[in-house]
């Protein structure tokens, strides 16, 4: 099975600040790597597909970049609403076994 | 507008059954492949199942095989998730999940989730 590591488990930074997450593949899953956004209390919302592609209506400041085992998740400034967990998932599985991270909870300072 | 909406969930001793549905509407249904995920209280996401466009292919995470069955209604536009023999460890916010990208593990629209306590 492929593991997915999500890192840091947790962020406290300031509005107007740069946020980057990471997230490991245990073996090289191309570009098939999608980033989610959950707010307390709702369902996720898909932001980021195949590694850096933008989600339409998603905002600019959010983005994505990788291939094979590395990702980086990015917010170029942070906003107060962007207040969420955020998930990485890699879907290169046949059959399909697709596997998210564990999470970042992301929180203003 | 794409809409997914769960219904179903509850209270289930250890050992029971309950069946989940999600009715969707706002794309072609039968066009698309569609997912079960589901989060246990405070934790991550975990992907359970899913099911391709005609339902001939299914599959499912390890810890539900032989316990849980996924399956669709084009005619209803609906998706469906029986659970037998149920857990402590089932116990979670089920939602159901849409593919309408070119991909089966591409998750672009949720519903508002489920919740199904496993508890005596």
């Known amino acids: 099975d492929i593991q997915m590591t999500q890192s840091p488990s947790s962020l406290s930074a300031s509005v107007g600040d740069r946020v980057t997450i990471t997230c490991q593949a245990s073996?090289?899953?191309?570009?098939?790597l999608n980033w989610y956004q959950q707010k307390p209390g709702k369902a996720p919302k898909l932001l980021i597909y195949d590694a850096s592609n933008l989600e339409t209506g998603v905002p600019s400041r959010f983005s994505g970049s990788g291939s094979g085992t590395d990702f980086t998740f990015t917010i170029s400034s942070l906003q107060p609403e962007d207040i969420a967990t955020y998930y990485c998932q890699q879907y290169d599985n046949l059959p399909p076994l697709y596997t998210f991270g564990q999470g970042t909870k992301l929180e203003i300072k | 507008e794409v809409q997914l909406v769960e219904s179903g969930g509850g209270l289930v001793q250890p050992g029971g059954s309950l069946r989940l549905s999600c009715a969707a509407s706002?794309?072609?249904?039968?066009?698309?492949?569609m997912s079960w995920v589901r989060q246990a209280p405070g934790k991550g996401l975990e992907w359970v199942a899913n099911i391709k466009q005609d339902g001939s292919e299914k599959y499912y995470v390890d810890s539900v095989k032989g316990r849980f069955t996924i399956s669709r209604d084009n005619a209803k536009n609906s998706l469906y998730l029986q659970m037998n023999s149920l857990r402590a460890e089932d116990t979670a916010v089920y939602y159901c999940?849409?593919?309408?990208?070119?991909?089966?593990?591409?998750?672009?629209?949720w519903g508002q989730g489920t919740l199904v306590t496993v508890s005596s």
């Open positions: 073996q090289d899953i191309s570009n098939y």
């Open positions: 999940a849409s593919s309408l990208g070119a991909a089966a593990g591409l998750f672009d629209y």
């Open positions: 706002g794309f072609t249904f039968s066009s698309y492949w």
